[in-house]
């Protein structure tokens, strides 16, 4: 009996073939059954894919001309669990790609290319099913971690452990994983972090407790051989701990019971290509899939988070458990403003500050900077002509970088050696505006040529950030320098800010937050005061020093709500705050938006493609009185320039939608695509390169 199978393979994004293809399959005699998620290869044009089974149909479809054979069932391998299927099924319905292409992504890119025999090699290979061999004990709780593992323990979640910095979240986590290790001897769990590399520790203190056999990683930073190798050990179950980025949210866990997302409102945790799906959102979907308990936890959640944990009388569906204490007494940094209208003009660091920082390494302690853009100087000016560093390909400066003499357009990577002169007027006296991290650490290393370090020598300092660490293994390299204490002052961008428990730190300085407070994004604040608290929680994780530590904050608004909340290390007063402005303002988490983006040889194509398709979805309202329903519940705003307007050459248009109702704005989607598929084809769009749909866009 002849089977049609429906299946998903790597379609390109918005061609045609934008679903599943159906294919069909002649069982062997003595075949075992298929079943949805078994892996095969197929042929496309030429070519032979790797697919998955979606649907069997045992009945022909309507059309069956041209329908093509499978080639072959890679049926030494498991199918992929059920839940498995729904999950990314729901992701592409969900960020509007097709099923096929968040399929294959979610995939390691290593078995897209595998036959059947190389595929049984790899599983020869596969280490059996670790046996329980005893986990290293944990620390014996606070009352606080104790009484919120009982809770994770009682409740079926999801919960958010709202903590402190160093309120031992991470042990929390660990003893729930144990729990759920323990009942159960198949018990799988996912615990993901916004960067690894940025996190060894965490690594090592899962293997410690662990076993390294038991637990793999999933991240961008491994080879594709790794990938596979740890793919196959959570697909086989041999993994009990998946630890991973982002990405490990698609894993396959067939006995997956617990998702920890830890640091939850990072926005790494937002895939910014491709499907543009939320790891956090979708573990909260996956946990409710398959009955696996979810925490979340960090010390400044999102305000979606802590929203949707308000109290259940309120409507709440999350619950919150608080962990505001340090273990070990340690207290949170005084957090002391600067009020730069008060400094000279063009001060850099200011005088107390300067003096604070001279102290602290005069007593061996170490100080950390922080400072949100990485380069020299963002611009390189002439004072005659008036002529600036524009990136030619770009809406946007140039940054000079001076350690290697260049110039660096941060958005299409064009790099030039510097010009000796003005290329305008040629004016040779060429100057730098503004202030980056490297021209921060030259004017530290001047200030502080004086002063010396307890054992007499001179002041060490390292500059981290996305420069300092281009090469593999330069990071790793550099942060055992800050924990070995060869460092006395740490400089760097909001990298350094993230996860590392810098024992000896006693001072974070933000050298220059203010843009983030009038920015155009309604996040920014948010942003903001999650990377000041994250930075703060760096000081003084020894508890013995701790009572000595402080966070300094130079701006020129020193009473604006976020510093005002840093101060009293209030996040619900500052979350609070945001909420109900966000409520009067009709903002997320009170709505609900999605971006649409279209990129084109001009502006005008741009905005225009956006405007049409809304105006053909007006159009079509007309006689579709369903529709015209879910369009009075969607605001579809006019198509504007983004904030970079052109990168590389491309002009990038963006239109907002914005909905108090997830699912008409979903139901408008859905409506658009179609109408953009077909408005393409116009030779009045010819410029046009792409465009693409944000769903719950980070930033707008
Ligand atoms: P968080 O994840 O909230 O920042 P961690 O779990 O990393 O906090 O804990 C901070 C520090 O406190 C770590 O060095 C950890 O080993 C230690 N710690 C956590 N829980 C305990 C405990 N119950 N007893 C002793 N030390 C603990
Ligand atoms: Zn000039
Ligand atoms: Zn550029």
């Known amino acids: 009996m002849p089977l049609w199978l429906d299946i998903a393979v790597q379609t390109p994004a918005h061609s045609q073939i934008g679903g599943l293809l159906t294919y069909t399959h002649m069982p062997a005699p003595g075949e075992q059954a298929l079943v949805p998620g078994t892996l095969v290869r197929v042929p496309l044009g030429s070519r032979d894919l790797l697919g998955v089974v979606w649907a069997i149909h045992s009945t022909a479809p309507a059309r069956t001309e041209g329908l093509r054979e499978i080639s072959a069932v890679l ?15 729901f992701a592409a319905h969900y ?8 399929a294959m992504a979610a995939l390691p ?32 709780l606070s009352p606080q971690q104790a009484a919120a593992l009982s809770e994770i323990t009682a409740l079926p979640g999801p919960f958010l452990i709202f903590g402190a910095t160093g309120s031992g979240k991470t042990e929390v986590y660990l003893q729930a994983v144990q729990q759920q290790l323990q009942a159960d001897p198949l018990a799988q769990a996912l615990i993901m972090v916004p960067e690894i590399n940025l ?22 930073g491994m080879t594709p051989a790794q990938r596979l190798k740890s793919w196959l050990a959570a697909h086989s179950g041999a993994a009990r701990i998946v630890l991973g980025t982002r990405m490990a949210i698609f894993a396959s866990l067939p006995h997956l019971q617990l998702i920890v997302v830890d640091e939850e409102h990072d926005p790494s945790y937002k895939q910014q290509e491709g499907a543009r799906y939320s790891a956090r959102d979708l573990a909260i979907y996956r946990g409710r899939l398959e009955q696996a308990k979810v925490i979340l936890g960090s010390a400044t959640p999102s305000l979606e988070s802590w929203y949707h944990s308000r109290p259940a ?14 273990i070990g007494q340690g207290q949170l940094p005084w957090v002391r403003r600067v009020d730069m209208n008060n400094q000279p003009r063009k001060t850099v660091l200011s005088a107390p500050l300067l003096a604070a920082i001279q102290s602290r390494i005069e007593r061996g302690e170490q100080c950390m900077l922080l400072l949100n853009r ?35 357009c941060h958005h299409c990577g064009l790099t030039d050696r510097v010009p000796r002169a003005c290329p305008a007027c040629g ?21 502080l040529a ?50 590392h428990d810098f024992r000896r730190i006693t001072l974070v300085a933000a050298i220059n937050p203010d843009n983030a407070l009038f920015s155009s994004d309604f996040r920014a604040p948010e942003r903001l005061f999650a990377l000041l608290m994250q930075a703060a929680g760096r000081a003084g994780r020894d508890a013995g020093q701790s009572a000595q530590s402080e966070m300094w904050v130079q701006t020129f608004h020193p009473a604006h709500d976020v510093f005002a909340a840093l101060k009293q290390h209030d996040y619900p007063a500052f979350a609070a705050s945001q909420l109900t402005e966000r409520a009067q303002a009709g903002l997320p988490p009170s709505s609900f938006q999605a971006l649409l983006r279209a990129d084109a040889k001009s502006q005008d194509v741009a905005q225009s493609f956006l405007n049409a398709a809304a105006q053909a979805l007006q159009g079509q309202a007309e006689h579709d009185l369903a529709m015209a329903d879910v369009l009075q519940q969607v605001s579809l705003f006019s198509a504007v320039p983004m904030s970079i307007q052109r990168v590389a050459n491309v002009e990038r248009a963006q239109m907002l939608l914005e909905s108090p109702s997830r699912m008409a704005l979903q139901k408008v989607l859905a409506r658009l695509q179609p109408l953009m598929h077909a408005q393409r084809a116009g030779p009045e769009f010819k410029g046009l390169i792409r465009w693409l749909v944000d769903v719950d866009p980070l930033s707008i």
Not at 95 to 102: A, C, N
Not at 391 to 402: D, G, N
């Open 75 to 89: 049926s030494e391998l498991p199918p992929l669990p059920a839940p498995w299927l729904q999950l990314v099924q």
């Open 95 to 102: 960020y509007q790609r097709s099923v096929g292409e968040v």
């Open 109 to 140: 890119p290593q078995l897209r290319d595998l036959n059947s025999t190389q595929l049984t090699r790899r599983l020869r290979k596969q280490p059996p099913a670790a046996a329980d061999e005893a986990t290293a004990p944990g620390q014996i």
């Open 199 to 220: 996190t060894p520790q965490l690594e090592t203190r899962v293997i410690e407790r662990f076993g390294a056999d038991r637990v793999v990683s999933m991240h961008s």
């Open 313 to 326: 009388s309120e409507g709440g569906r999350y619950q919150r458990l608080l962990m505001p204490a340090r």
């Open 374 to 408: 990485r380069g020299y100087a963002p611009v390189l000016h002439c004072a005659d002509c008036g002529w600036k560093s524009e990136c030619p390909h770009c809406s946007a400066f140039r940054v000079f970088h001076k350690l290697d003499r260049t110039l660096r």
């Open 427 to 447: 004016n040779s006296d060429i100057a730098p505006m503004g202030r980056g991290t490297e021209q921060l650490e030259e004017h530290l290393a001047e200030l």
């Open 450 to 499: 004086h002063v010396h370090r307890p054992d007499g020598q001179a002041v060490r300092i390292l500059r981290i950030d996305a420069d300092s660490t281009k090469h593999k293994g330069a990071l790793e390299t550099q942060l055992a320098q800050v924990h070995s204490g060869e460092v006395d002052v740490l400089v760097g961008t909001q990298m350094i800010a993230k996860g």
